[in-house]
């Protein structure tokens, strides 16, 4: 069982940073790929990074890449987005989710989830 909380949300002007992190308890944190989505109003929740078990392998989604760094801390049993260059279009509720079994971009692939942290982005 893992249990994830995300923090670090909160209204920045575009062009600014946030970083948000995934706190999660349980033993096991250290087996699970970590992934972030999102879901801004009236949309479907998309994929927005994932980063391996051992931290090796990260994956983003078009739209984030070279903004958005995915990375993780072990020893912590947390999760980190650190998104630059934030866009008005970036506002949204971010979410982290833990996968077994080498999860990609599909929801259906994460096994737990965190209630996700508001990110607003003003224009």
């Known amino acids: 069982q893992v249990q994830l909380v995300e923090s670090g949300g909160g209204l920045v002007q575009a062009g600014g940073s946030l970083r948000l992190s995934c706190a999660a308890s349980g033993r096991t944190f250290t087996t699970y790929s970590m992934g972030w989505f999102r879901q801004a109003p009236g949309k479907e929740r998309e994929f927005v990074a994932l980063?391996?078990?051992?931290?090796?392998?990260?994956y983003y989604a078009d739209s984030v890449k070279g903004r958005f760094t995915i990375s993780r801390d072990n020893a912590k049993n947390t999760v980190y987005l650190q998104m630059n260059s934030l866009k008005p279009e970036d506002t949204a509720v971010y979410y982290c989710a833990a996968g077994s079994g080498n999860p990609t971009a599909g929801e259906n692939e994460y096994d737990y989830w965190g209630q996700g942290t508001q990110v607003t982005v003003s224009s």
């Open positions: 980063i391996s078990w051992r931290g090796g392998n990260t």
